[in-house]
């Protein structure tokens, strides 16, 4: 018998197994009836053959494979219990004795039920297995069989968690953390060594300013922190150092598989963002342990397997630390009552981005979720006093409550000047309502006047709505980096992933509306080439707002505004994707203006990074003036402009083309619903005309949206001949300062350049410089005049 699928390696006709009714003649007196546990059950090694054959993604939450022999199943016809019969004289051999006067059943028809196990239904063999094992069970005391169940789960469990080895590789006392971690110890409070250890594999010499800040506070006080600090200040490690500190613990005194009670949960605004943080807490433990005490819960991805590592294994470690959005946490709870209770007990609980996560009308499933932890964790205070109200942390790096504002609104001109101590209560206030704390929290600022980074330099590009993608390919072209370019609607970042890719411009996207499979891959081939040092070449990500928190990708030179975001506070996370833990001197932020951005938005963005919104001015400032305007060469432009309009031709033509398409199949699907067939229209049912005909009149706003998308439709030859002319524009050289075909003419030698390394690549005649150069130069500019 095999607790699992049978090995697909040992593929068999199913055998006829001997069953002997309770109640007959025989030689049953040499069998006894043995519980589950047991029985002599012998694992068998499962290979990468059998996970592809058995049609497992992976072996999360799967323990290991176990089978045994020289075991009868007993029916009692009038109960119709079935129970295990052991020889006794052979318990622990392995060669078969079968019985002379048994009757010989065969299993199919004994169970004709039986189910592979592909075909349970979620939930049905847990079930099955739990009534009928307490069935069966009906000899032996209670004791015993605890006994018996936790020698089972020690074997079990063995293969793939053994604290003692992981500590043995894990920790060593040969470390002089004085000399190796010196500025660590100098906070002052206590953290594990193990903890410690990665520290300093990972090369974090020193802790960052807010971490100096909060961790003596979390550690040594259990004090409740609202920690707000510069984006890419080091916020995830300030708050996951206490929470791994207690999962170290845990492992170490042998608490982990005894007490199922998790440690935290951390709340995210994005999976994007939640994916990465698991990252961060899982190269924190130890290799080859069970990776599942770090889980992340997110939308995107199959809630079975969440819940069934959440269920399935009692005591096993898994979901120890939770990292996890709203919106699939409150899906999870509201399915399982039970993990309420469980998830009720966390010692800590954490709001990355908190700002993002208690903004009114925003995650509203956060707020019911917080209701029901805390309503059963007052609950269960009131019946046990060995439970404690957690710790809460809250970080993000933006607290002003002006900050939330939308830029198109106006400031009241009876707007108070407030000091910062002043702000500073009112912000704990603001979250004091919306969330319980045991105490009063620690306001803990590292940032209090400056909101960007110093070394971060701002520019502007003022432009017509039109030429938006021309200064866009123009600084991709001059200034080839890694960017990442924000745009305000998902619209737009499809248009740009085919805009960039006709003129061989390697970019990848990811928006909301993606598949979080499909999100997390492009992100992660984003990474992938941009930390590919042998490569060299830059490349683009396109992005709405969902990548503007708290992704840490190194390396990324340029953060682009498309459009100009709506908030100050998600200009601040934008611009926050560079200057990433001190992999780079400075980083830009461009934004790409229309003159209706420059006048309004513009002024009030800079008004309010200023610190000095709403506050009476003595001079009518012009605040659009307070940042750079670009350094353009109109040459170039010029050139670039015949590819643009090329590529942005090609583009529409392909957006509207699968826009109708997808129209097209939508409509006749609603046809086929309705039981309208083709045959009963005297014209081709699509797109132009089947909502008219299905609703029996005109539909004119249809018909608008619809003659504008046919008009950007371009047939087989008009597409061959564009695609011609944009490839035969693309090889032409651009040239600087409209010089002529030798290299040696004009006043730059370029094939000197050539030599030296020090011509650009794509425009002939100009030097290799970044946006720091051209700056510096427009700098110069400026001075001479």
């Excluded at 694992?43 to 990468?48: A, Y």
């Excluded at 409150?330 to 469980?342: A, F, M, P, Q, S």
């Excluded at 609607?489 to 740009?496: P, R």
């Excluded at 012009?622 to 010029?638: A, C, E, P, R, Y």
Aim: some cysteine.
């Amino acid at each position: 018998m095999v607790n699992k699928n049978n090995n697909p390696k040992n593929k068999r006709p199913a055998p006829k197994r001997k069953i002997t009714k309770a109640g007959e003649k025989g030689n049953n007196k040499k069998f006894k009836k043995a519980n589950i546990n047991d029985l002599h059950w012998k694992t068998v090694e499962i290979t990468k053959d059998d996970t592809a054959a058995l049609n497992m993604e992976d072996l999360q939450g799967f323990y290991g494979l176990e089978e045994l022999d020289n075991v009868k199943l007993v029916k009692d016809e009038k109960t119709g219990k079935v129970e295990f019969l052991v020889k006794e004289d052979q318990v622990k051999t392995e060669t078969p004795h079968e019985a002379s006067n048994e009757e010989i059943l065969d299993l199919n028809e004994q169970f004709g039920d039986f189910k592979n196990m592909d075909d349970f239904e979620e939930g049905e063999l847990s079930a099955l297995e739990s009534d009928d094992l307490d069935q069966n069970d009906t000899s032996g005391n209670e004791e015993l069989e605890e006994e018996n169940n936790d020698e089972l789960n020690t074997k079990v469990f063995q293969q793939v968690i053994d604290h003692d080895k992981f500590f043995e590789q894990d920790l060593n006392d040969d470390i002089d953390y004085s000399i190796a971690a010196p500025k660590w110890l100098e906070l002052g409070c206590e953290i594990n060594k193990h903890v410690l250890n990665k520290i300093i594999d990972q090369k974090f010499k020193e802790p960052s300013e807010i971490q100096k800040e909060v961790l003596p506070l979390i550690i040594n006080k259990n004090a409740n922190v609202i920690g707000k600090a510069n984006t890419g200040s080091g916020k995830t490690l300030a708050y996951s150092i206490p929470i791994l500190n207690e999962l170290f613990e845990q492992m170490t005194n042998g608490q982990l598989q005894k007490s199922e009670d998790p440690i935290g949960i951390i709340f995210t605004p994005t999976r994007e963002l939640a994916t990465q943080v698991t990252k961060v807490m899982k190269s924190f433990i130890p290799k080859d342990f069970n990776e599942n005490v770090v889980l992340p819960i997110t939308g995107g991805l199959a809630i079975q397997k969440q819940e069934r590592l959440l269920l399935n294994y009692p005591k096993s470690g898994n979901g120890k630390i939770i990292i996890t959005t709203p919106g699939r946490f409150l899906e999870i709870l509201g399915k399982n009552k039970e993990l309420v209770v469980k998830f009720s007990k966390i010692k800590y609980l954490v709001l990355d981005e908190a700002d993002r996560l208690l903004q009114d009308g925003h995650f509203d499933e956060f707020i019911k979720i917080y209701d029901l932890l805390y309503n059963k964790n007052k609950e269960i205070l009131k019946k046990t006093k060995n439970l404690k109200f957690w710790q809460t942390l809250i970080f993000s790096a933006t607290f002003q409550l002006d900050l939330f504002n939308k830029l198109e609104n106006g400031y009241s001109k009876n707007h108070i000047k407030r000091d910062s101590n002043d702000e500073k209560e009112q912000i704990i206030q603001h979250l004091m309502a919306k969330i319980h704390f045991n105490s009063k929290p620690v306001f803990i600022d590292c940032n209090p006047t400056n909101h960007l980074l110093p070394s971060l330099k701002e520019l502007k590009i003022e432009c017509l709505p039109m030429e938006r993608n021309l200064y866009l390919y123009y600084i991709l072209t001059v200034f080839p980096e890694n960017s990442i370019i924000f745009t305000n609607s998902i619209e737009t970042c499809k248009k740009l992933n085919v805009f960039l890719k006709n003129l061989n411009i390697d970019n990848h996207i990811i928006h909301s509306k993606m598949l979080q499979k499909k999100r997390l891959q492009n992100l992660e081939n984003f990474t992938g080439k941009v930390n590919n040092k042998k490569d060299g070449k830059p490349t683009v990500l396109i992005a709405s707002d969902v990548a503007a928190r708290g992704l840490d990708i190194p390396n990324i030179k340029h953060v682009i505004h498309y459009h100009l975001p709506k908030t100050a506070d998600t200009y601040i996370h934008r611009s926050g994707r560079t200057l990433r833990g001190k992999t780079q001197d400075q980083g830009f932020s461009l934004m790409i203006l229309s003159p209706q951005e420059a006048m309004g938005p513009l002024r009030k963005l800079r008004k309010t990074l200023s610190g000095t919104a709403g506050e009476p001015t003595t001079k009518k400032m012009k605040w659009q003036n307070t940042i750079d305007s670009m350094l353009i060469q109109d040459d170039l432009v010029s050139q670039l402009k015949e590819r643009v309009d090329l590529a942005n031709e090609l583009t529409e033509h392909e957006i509207s083309n699968k826009s109708v398409k997808k129209d097209d199949s939508w409509l006749k699907q609603a046809a086929n619903d309705l039981g309208i067939d083709d045959g009963d229209s005297d014209d081709e049912m699509n797109a132009k005309n089947l909502l008219e005909f299905v609703n029996g009149k005109k539909d004119h706003h249809l018909k608008r949206n619809q003659s504008k998308k046919f008009s950007k439709i371009k047939d087989s030859n008009e597409i061959a001949k564009l695609k011609y002319q944009l490839k035969q524009s693309l090889s032409a050289p651009i040239r600087y300062n409209m010089r002529q075909k030798y290299l040696t003419s004009g006043l730059v030698n370029y094939a000197d350049q050539i030599v030296k390394n020090k011509g650009h690549e794509s425009v002939m005649g100009l030097q290799k410089m970044n946006l720091a150069d051209a700056s510096k130069k427009q700098n110069k500019k400026k001075i001479l005049k």
